[in-house]
């Protein structure tokens, strides 16, 4: 029941904080009030069930603790303006809670999926909302409200996409039909907020679903269901290609491909060379974290993680934010390579790794580490994982697989 609770207010939560308050009105102090209510049920439950909390906080978790502790110690020392130092690290740290949250939940449940189901219900709820309520930000773009930025609500999309495939299953036509069908509403809408790097990110993950996962997926079904499977692909070409074709052509996106492709992107090539500039001056510990806006003629962040990172936080914060990247590429690698693993795992363990390509494409253009939906992304991956690896040691399998063996 504590749990239930728990995630009550963490879906209160991030509706609030990436829907409500963007398409309505702030309620103040309401996200305070959603984390601590999410945070004390998860704390009352380790009393009562004598769980220790220490084993929800992983090694991604302690280095990025780290991450937050030098920053700050190196950033006082350092920064020109320490209200921009102070108030990110604290908005970073919310994150952390957050991806805590997903991972203490996740181990309750011994599964990610409440986190999947709700991070599809909340993207689905900010399509409909851009579709029929929707507003122009700027050179034909739309997006949600006037203060949701176009490429966050495209990531949005993106992660909503990553997180359907990892539910979908050729198994049952009806299904099958429905999922697609909710993917090319996401993609409609990332053609509306003119996202390039949001639609580029759909383009690779597709590539990648299509490359690694589709083929060994239809071909562990019985016959009847290889049939479903690929009358399903086709059918969603068809209507996919049938509705996009002619609004592609003429969306400010194909638009704004087209100028990045042909002579790139000026503002955000200075962006990163001043950032380069910052970390040549200091490179051990940069300039202090989200100090880049005081500094840069843009007054604004650098839109890269890794030049960010660099410029803001030096080599010292560089090795402790990355490093948690390494640990997940190599766990999520060897999780794939186990040979102790069941069709159903294997498959969602490579949509996940997916999912965490299109997280280091998408750092290009956006910072995790000042943004919620990246530090979910990251709660599920870092889930998923600690999750998967003990059934698999344990050698012990969920209900849910074994009925998938029965059947295959």
């Not at 539910?167 to 996202?195: E, M, R």
Request: glycine share 8%.
């Amino acid at each position: 029941m504590l749990i239930k609770l728990s995630k009550i207010f963490y879906a209160l939560l991030i509706l609030y904080f990436g829907w409500f308050q963007i398409t309505f009105f702030q309620i103040p102090n309401m996200l305070l009030i959603l984390g601590a209510g999410m945070m004390g049920f998860i704390i009352l439950h380790a009393i009562l069930t004598k769980t220790k909390i220490t084993n929800s906080v992983t090694t991604e978790l302690m280095l990025w603790i780290l991450f937050v502790f030098t920053s700050f110690i190196f950033g006082m020392l350092v920064a020109v303006n320490f209200g921009y130092l102070l108030s990110s690290l604290m908005i970073f740290c919310e994150f952390l809670v957050l991806m805590f949250g997903i991972i203490y939940i996740s181990n309750h449940d011994r599964k990610i999926d409440f986190f999947i189901n709700l991070f599809i219900g909340y993207s689905i709820i900010c399509a409909f909302t851009t579709v029929f309520w929707g507003v122009e930000y700027g050179q034909g773009r739309i997006t949600m409200g006037l203060s949701n930025n176009p490429n966050s609500l495209g990531i949005t999309m993106v992660l909503g996409v990553c997180c359907i495939l990892y539910k979908h299953s050729f198994k049952k036509l009806f299904f099958s039909i429905i999922t697609f069908s909710l993917i090319l509403l996401l993609v409609y809408v990332c053609l509306l907020t003119g996202s390039r790097k949001a639609f580029l990110s759909i383009v690779a993950i597709f590539i990648y679903w299509f490359a690694f996962i589709v083929f060994g997926d239809i071909k562990s079904l019985r016959f009847i269901e290889k049939l479903k499977g690929i009358f399903s692909i086709l059918l969603v070409i068809f209507f996919g290609y049938q509705l996009f074709n002619q609004f592609f052509a003429d969306s400010i996106l194909l638009e704004r491909l087209t100028l990045l492709f042909e002579n790139g992107s000026e503002t955000r090539e200075s962006m990163y060379s001043i950032a380069f500039d910052f970390f040549k001056q200091s490179p051990l510990v940069g300039i202090g974290f989200n100090n880049y806006r005081a500094l840069s003629i843009f007054g604004t962040y650098s839109h890269s993680t890794y030049s960010e990172a660099l410029a803001c936080t030096g080599i010292i914060g560089s090795i402790f934010y990355f490093s948690p990247y390494i640990k997940l590429l190599i766990n999520y690698v060897r999780l794939i390579m186990s040979k102790k693993l069941d069709a159903l795992l294997l498959k969602q363990a490579k949509v996940m790794l997916g999912f965490f390509g299109v997280l280091l494409f998408l750092g290009v253009g956006v910072i995790h580490f000042y943004e919620m939906t990246s530090s979910i992304a990251f709660g599920m991956l870092i889930a998923f994982y600690n999750t998967n690896i003990k059934l698999v040691k344990n050698g012990t399998m969920r209900p849910s697989y074994q009925s998938l063996e029965k059947n295959i």
